[in-house]
């Protein structure tokens, strides 16, 4: 399952068919000039909305969205994130190298990759994709 809710400042054509191949479905087609990623009943859902003073009061502060600004490569990254496999996830080590899995099992993609370490990667972090995305 996804395990982070964001928003992005913005909202293209390209970043709702990114979000579908990521495995979210539209939850209500609304015009917007934004999208936010969450989970409800068990399904991962996306809703375009319009960032107005009652959203900025009222919703921001009291869900847990991660807010990405305007970086997509950040929303997407965030959105990705999830508990039961790893595939679209971005991974790390030590020596600073950052690359997406493109496996389900993300230990075989950090012992057959050749450029990560196998003793120090791990699946990145919100904060370490936030400080990576936001460079």
């Not at 997407?76 to 080590?93: F, G, M, V």
Request: proline share 4%; aromatic share 14%; glycine share 4%.
């Amino acid at each position: 399952m996804f395990t982070e809710s964001c928003f992005i400042r913005k909202n293209t054509p390209e970043l709702r068919e990114s979000l579908e191949k990521l495995g979210y479905k539209s939850h209500v087609p609304v015009a917007g000039d934004a999208i936010c990623t969450f989970m409800r009943d068990n399904k991962a859902e996306y809703m375009n909305f319009t960032i107005d003073e009652d959203f900025e009061v009222n919703i921001k502060d009291s869900f847990p969205f991660i807010d990405c600004g305007e970086n997509e490569d950040l929303f997407l990254a965030i959105a990705a994130l999830r508990d039961d496999t790893d595939i679209h996830q971005w991974y790390t080590d030590k020596s600073g190298q950052w690359h997406k899995c493109n496996l389900n099992e993300g230990w075989k993609f950090i012992y057959f990759h050749p450029v990560l370490s196998p003793v120090n990667a791990h699946k990145a972090t919100v904060k370490e994709l936030i400080k990576h995305f936001q460079k």
